[in-house]
């Protein structure tokens, strides 16, 4: 009896420590998945980058349904690497990949998405892509211009008159 009075608080410590690092293993897990979710039409954000980069160091290998996400995000590493595929067949197939990337995460976290929603149920208008192309285009140009391969063109409308003469 005095052993289980004394164990008692120990074992609820240990309990709630393990139920507590059980939930932030999920949790951080959960913000890798949403942090795709969120830019998976931007895929060239720094916050997807990273989310991708940290999927490693969230998904257990040693779970057989997080090494699935662990395998497919290999597959589409090595996609993403690939510099020989033509451009029209790789930017569907990184996209097809992606897509079965986030069903296996969504699996994992038990979120019920199918593959067709992943795909096509992110809206993105049309204003964000115009300004990342503007702003692309600014920063080629500027950086054509700073390299010395591209002139700013000048024009001199009105000389000062001088009333010396």
């Known amino acids: 009896m005095i052993i289980a009075v004394l164990s ?17 293993k999920y949790e951080r897990k959960l913000q890798v998945f949403k942090a795709l979710m969120t830019t998976r039409n931007y895929t060239i954000s720094w916050d997807h980058v990273a989310a991708l980069n940290r999927i490693d ?36 197939k990184r996209v ?22 992943i795909k096509n149920s992110s809206y993105s208008p049309i204003a964000h892509g115009n300004a990342e192309d503007q702003q692309n285009a600014l920063r080629m140009g500027l950086i054509e211009v700073l390299d010395g391969k591209r002139t700013i063109p000048m024009t001199i409308t009105n000389f000062p008159i001088s009333d010396k003469n």
Do not use: C
Not at 8 to 24: F, M, S
């Open 57 to 92: 160091l969230e998904f257990n290998k040693k779970n057989s349904k997080e090494k699935a996400v662990v395998e497919s995000w290999k597959e589409y590493l090595d996609l993403l690497n690939d510099k020989n595929m033509p451009p029209e067949q790789w930017g569907d």
């Open 8 to 24: 008692g608080p120990i074992i609820a410590v240990q309990v709630t420590r393990h139920l507590d690092n059980k939930r932030e």
């Open 96 to 117: 097809d990949l992606l897509v079965k990337l986030l069903h296996k995460m969504a699996h994992v976290l038990d979120y019920d998405f199918d593959k067709t929603h």
